[in-house]
């Protein structure tokens, strides 16, 4: 079966083997489109967004059909559900993938993050977990043990941010303080909404947070099987927060493990990160590889 997620920043493909519940990948990629640039302002996908899309989804097209895929989900998230062209955006998937894309909503992106993170946590990891899907237009809360009990996605994520705040480079003083205010706020909300402070794990998905965790970790280059269930200390999360705010563009670039569509956002979803922690207490945060494509996976048996 094939998962695709198409969010703010990154259109990803999982091709997997479902064998009751246990799920063996065959192919997994990302690809960084920035489907929606711009529409924290415009309220619209820009046609350039929606090409840089349709190009990257052909090539993943061509491969689900050469590994046989029988069994295809494509889910849309933030960006698409806040776009007033949301319905160009869905004949372009159409005709090029030849399913129609899902725009799900916030609280059904939060329950296949959740499913697709807690499946296959080390046993020493204690319910109940808080998961956090730090995206590129929103960020979900989920939490849960064995099954979801609250979630809540908020339009917090490291492109809205990036956009609405964060124009310096380095962003200036001010443009952080606006930012962590505006994040500070939605984070409460959202732990409030979900109970979220009283989880005793908390779990952090997205690329936002997995670069994060290979900074913190020295790596010298991205390594999925390193990062995938390391504890990342609050203090660490703090500092590598605090160095991405502080670098220019160009620094950053030069980080081993930063993708190069990552480096204008990543200093926001770190600062998304760090604020999570600090609101709900956590001494640590487990970064998680699997994610939202592995739920959707899970989704399809």
Known sequence: MAAIDC???????????????????????????????????TGRLAPEAIERTRVALADYTAQIKELGADRVRMVATSATRDAANADDFRAMVVDTLGVAPEVVSGDEEARLSFTGAVRGLPADLPAPYLVVDIGGGSTEFVHGGAEVDAALSVDIG????????????????????????DITAAVD???????????????????SVTTVAAIALGLTEYDPQAIHHARIRYADVAKVSADLLDATRKERLEIPVMHPGRADVIGAGAMILRIIMQRAGADEVVASEHDILDGIAYSLR
Not at 22 to 35: P, Q
Not at 161 to 171: F, G, V
Not at 189 to 207: F, I, K, P
């Open 158 to 181: 490291c492109v809205r941010m990036t956009e609405r705040h964060l124009h310096a480079d380095p962003p200036t003083p001010d443009q952080i303080a606006a930012a962590e205010a």
């Open 7 to 41: 969010g703010t920043n990154s259109i990803r493909l999982l091709v997997a083997d479902l064998d009751g519940d246990r799920l063996t990948e065959v192919v997994r990629r990302m690809e960084i489109v920035r489907l929606g640039q711009g529409v924290d302002r």
């Open 189 to 207: 909300r959202a732990l409030e909404a979900t109970n979220g402070g009283d989880a005793r794990t908390l779990v952090g998905l997205a690329g």
